[in-house]
């Protein structure tokens, strides 16, 4: 059964390889693209890893990923133009299907969900069975072709842009930590103030590191690598918490800093200049009472819960 | 001079806050990290390559972007505007309450809202001031600026807390590819399944607050309301 899953999930993968080269080519010819030639290398680079990656040495794939950074570095990528579906249209789509629209979204979620809750080993490969049933009872709601899925495709991966790739790479940094040792240096610096074993100044160093860390970068993703690397698991797994309750609170616990810091502009600047106020970090200021008190039910949770 | 290998944490810090472009500077802190540490070049990018390879899984959910994108372009967004302008009649405070739930369920669902320009600017922020309006006539600017305040942050909440509980959101994948490449197993559903808490806590301070909110608007403007 493992082994049927795990093809199955090499099976995706090579589709996601092929949406991506797929991208690459229509970014290829897209002469209205500037940085085209940037552009669609960095997709085709992208789109061998996930095919390929299984069966190339790792070197190669190593330089591969190098070189993606090589791409964005001397800013060689840009996003193709889409003529944006116009607002009469969708209203009468709406007004034509009606609720008949969430029917592919909400497969997408329960399928998936009942498959990983029913065969334990497909919890992996669930969300892209999920993903071809919704995809196909897409096309059948909206009599979409094939064409149409194979645009949406490229258009939803460029709308993603390099951003969708950062959680993967982020993680893969994570391993780089981890053979480096970076978490015993931290574990070793902070240890003065956290001693080890005391599980309550270990939660709270976890979920405060998250937080502090996510306002000053704005990014809760980068901070949970890092912390989790170098505070959460020295100080709240190894000393017996469930990796997997202590590794959900702390990314939320991250989330509670984008409440607060102005470096997340999207969520806080932004909807501040888009309603007109008058105070721009009026959101933060809104937020900041319900930060504090989710800050402190994170920490409750990790104390009580995770352990 | 064991802190040296930090040099990559600080990278990351500094690029994050001056914007640099993300790829490449999470790329150069492993590297650096890397050669701090005494592993050559080669032996870095073996070690990037299978990294890297090893966490497809993280980027799974590409493959369910062209479904999202059909229902977008079929007006997925606009039949949700439709669900929720029939939400009516209700006080400030539980309207914006009803909406932190439908933000919490649709991020369940892998439903993108869409956030503060396609929702809270057009739909969310006006509704909720006119529910206040239709109460108790004209808003005083400081209370029509905490609606405002209150609708953006609402989306945040909704957002934030109750997207995790989604099999692939990208945070959950993130969580499950970090805890593997540090030598942890866990699947994306006890992440899902861990989020929940959380999710609920959020929307149950979220309707404390809101209810709150109402009835400081009905001390305030109260009478007025009355005499209507």
Same mark, same amino acid.
């Given at each position: 059964?493992?082994?049927?899953?795990?093809?199955?999930?090499?099976?995706?993968?090579?589709?996601?390889?092929?949406?991506?080269?797929?991208?690459?080519?229509? /970014?290829?010819?897209?002469?209205?693209?500037?940085?085209?030639?940037?552009?669609?290398?960095?997709?085709?680079?992208?789109?061998?890893?996930?095919?390929?990656?299984?069966?190339?040495?790792?070197?190669?794939?190593?330089?591969?990923?190098?070189?993606?950074?090589?791409?964005?570095?001397?800013?060689?990528?840009?996003?193709?133009?889409?003529?944006?579906?116009?607002?009469?249209?969708?209203?009468?789509?709406?007004?034509?299907?009606?609720?008949?629209?969430?029917?592919?979204?909400?497969?997408?979620?329960?399928?998936?969900?009942?498959?990983?809750?029913? &065969?334990?080993?497909?919890?992996?490969?669930?969300?892209?069975? #999920?993903?071809?049933?919704?995809?196909?009872?897409?096309?059948?709601?909206?009599?979409?072709?094939?064409?149409?899925?194979?645009?949406?495709?490229?258009?939803?991966?460029?709308?993603?842009?390099?951003?969708?790739?950062?959680?993967?790479?982020?993680?893969?940094?994570?391993?780089?930590?981890?053979?480096?040792?970076?978490?015993?240096? &931290?574990?070793?610096?902070?240890?003065?103030?956290?001693?080890?074993?005391?599980?309550?100044?270990?939660?709270?160093?976890?979920?405060?590191?998250?937080?502090?860390?996510?306002?000053?970068?704005?990014?809760?993703?980068? @901070?949970?690598? /890092?912390?989790?690397?170098?505070?959460?698991?020295?100080?709240?797994?190894?000393?017996?918490?469930?990796? #997997?309750?202590?590794?959900?609170?702390?990314?939320?616990?991250?989330?509670?800093?984008?409440?607060?810091?102005?470096? #997340? #502009?999207?969520?806080? @600047?932004?909807? @501040?200049?888009?309603?007109?106020?008058?105070?721009?970090?009026?959101?933060?200021?809104?937020?900041?009472?319900?930060?504090?008190?989710?800050? &402190? /039910?994170? &920490? @409750?949770?990790?104390?009580?819960?995770?352990? | 001079?064991?802190?040296?290998?930090?040099?990559?944490?600080?990278?990351?810090?500094?690029?994050?806050?001056?914007?640099?472009?993300?790829?490449?500077?999470?790329?150069?802190?492993?590297?650096?990290?890397?050669?701090?540490?005494?592993?050559?070049?080669?032996?870095?990018?073996?070690?990037?390559?299978?990294?890297?390879?090893?966490?497809?899984?993280?980027?799974?959910?590409?493959?369910?972007?062209?479904?999202?994108?059909?229902?977008? +372009?079929?007006?997925?967004?606009?039949?949700?505007?439709?669900?929720?302008?029939?939400?009516?009649?209700?006080?400030?405070?539980?309207?914006?309450?009803?909406?932190?739930?439908?933000?919490?369920?649709?991020?369940?669902? !892998?439903?993108?809202?869409?956030?503060?320009?396609?929702?809270?600017?057009?739909?969310?922020?006006?509704?909720?001031?006119? +529910?206040?309006?239709?109460?108790?006539?004209?808003?005083?600017?400081?209370?029509?600026?905490?609606?405002?305040?209150?609708?953006?942050?609402?989306?945040?909440?909704?957002?934030?807390?109750?997207?995790?509980?989604?099999? !692939?959101?990208?945070?959950?994948?993130?969580?499950?590819?970090?805890?593997? +490449?540090?030598?942890?197993?866990?699947?994306?559903?006890?992440?899902?399944?861990?989020?929940?808490?959380?999710?609920?806590?959020?929307?149950?301070?979220?309707?404390?607050?809101?209810?709150?909110?109402?009835?400081?608007?009905?001390?305030?403007?109260?009478?007025?309301?009355?005499?209507?």
């Amino acid at each position: 059964m493992e082994t049927f899953f795990n093809n199955l999930l090499e099976f995706f993968f090579i589709l996601i390889g092929l949406q991506l080269v797929y991208t690459a080519f229509k /970014v290829f010819k897209d002469v209205n693209n500037s940085k085209r030639i940037g552009t669609s290398l960095f997709w085709l680079d992208l789109g061998i890893l996930f095919m390929f990656g299984k069966v190339m040495p790792a070197v190669v794939s190593g330089g591969l990923v190098a070189f993606l950074g090589v791409i964005s570095l001397f800013k060689q990528f840009e996003i193709s133009k889409f003529t944006p579906v116009k607002q009469e249209k969708l209203e009468a789509d709406a007004k034509k299907y009606g609720n008949a629209i969430f029917i592919p979204v909400l497969a997408l979620a329960i399928i998936s969900v009942l498959l990983a809750f029913a &065969i334990k080993e497909s919890s992996k490969a669930a969300i892209g069975v #999920a993903a071809v049933i919704g995809i196909l009872l897409a096309m059948g709601i909206f009599k979409s072709k094939p064409k149409e899925v194979a645009y949406e495709s490229d258009r939803m991966m460029q709308a993603m842009g390099t951003s969708g790739i950062l959680p993967q790479l982020l993680a893969a940094l994570g391993a780089i930590f981890t053979i480096a040792g970076v978490g015993d240096v &931290i574990a070793q610096m902070i240890g003065g103030f956290v001693p080890e074993g005391n599980r309550l100044a270990g939660s709270i160093a976890y979920v405060l590191g998250m937080v502090i860390f996510t306002v000053i970068m704005g990014n809760g993703f980068a @901070a949970f690598t /890092v912390i989790t690397a170098g505070v959460g698991v020295p100080f709240v797994i190894m000393q017996g918490a469930d990796p #997997a309750i202590a590794g959900a609170l702390a990314l939320t616990a991250g989330y509670c800093g984008t409440l607060l810091t102005p470096m #997340a #502009a999207n969520f806080n @600047a932004l909807p @501040a200049s888009l309603l007109e106020m008058k105070n721009p970090h009026g959101v933060i200021k809104e937020q900041v009472p319900v930060a504090v008190i989710m800050i &402190i /039910v994170h &920490i @409750a949770l990790m104390y009580f819960w995770a352990f | 001079m064991e802190w040296i290998k930090l040099i990559g944490i600080a990278i990351i810090v500094l690029g994050f806050i001056f914007k640099f472009d993300t790829i490449a500077v999470v790329v150069v802190a492993g590297l650096a990290t890397a050669l701090v540490s005494g592993i050559t070049p080669v032996e870095f990018l073996e070690a990037l390559g299978k990294a890297f390879v090893d966490q497809r899984i993280v980027t799974i959910f590409f493959i369910t972007l062209p479904l999202i994108g059909l229902a977008e +372009s079929h007006g997925l967004k606009e039949q949700a505007v439709n669900l929720i302008k029939k939400v009516s009649g209700l006080t400030t405070g539980w309207f914006l309450s009803i909406y932190l739930i439908i933000r919490e369920i649709a991020g369940a669902f !892998s439903i993108r809202l869409g956030g503060h320009p396609q929702f809270v600017r057009p739909l969310v922020q006006p509704m909720a001031e006119a +529910s206040a309006e239709a109460k108790y006539g004209e808003l005083e600017e400081k209370d029509k600026e905490l609606i405002k305040a209150k609708s953006a942050a609402m989306d945040n909440y909704g957002n934030f807390f109750g997207q995790n509980t989604f099999l !692939s959101a990208g945070g959950v994948l993130l969580i499950v590819g970090t805890l593997d +490449s540090m030598g942890y197993k866990v699947t994306s559903l006890d992440i899902a399944k861990a989020s929940i808490p959380v999710a609920l806590i959020m929307i149950l301070i979220g309707i404390v607050s809101n209810i709150y909110f109402d009835k400081k608007l009905a001390r305030k403007y109260g009478n007025k309301g009355e005499q209507k």
